[in-house]
């Protein structure tokens, strides 16, 4: 047998209510010599989980500067990005 370590995977109505909890605020917890992350289904923790988002968001912004090249103050670009997200998806 190696010395890797296998992954443990609980749902989070088990470790949201134990010592676990404060992982949520870090991302990770060290009990005893182990160390749990919290991570989603495809076993991204929630650091590439936030790169991702924040990826996401700037990509959309840039995109919504793309398609509205006329909005030239934050009063014009605030409004019309209410206008954009009242817009039924496609």
């Known amino acids: 047998m190696n010395n890797e370590q ?3 995977a609980m749902s989070e109505s088990f470790w949201a209510n134990s010592q676990f909890s404060i992982a949520r605020y870090t991302g990770r917890i060290r009990v005893g010599k182990y160390d ?6 495809d076993g991204k923790d929630i650091f590439e989980c936030s790169i991702e988002a924040e990826k996401a ?4 912004f840039l995109h919504f500067c793309k398609a509205n090249p006329d909005c030239w103050t934050l009063k014009q670009a605030k409004e019309r990005l209410k206008q954009w997200q009242q817009k039924p998806n496609d």
């Open 36 to 41: 749990y992350v919290i991570c989603n289904k």
């Open 6 to 8: 296998l992954p443990l």
């Open 57 to 60: 968001g700037r990509d959309g």
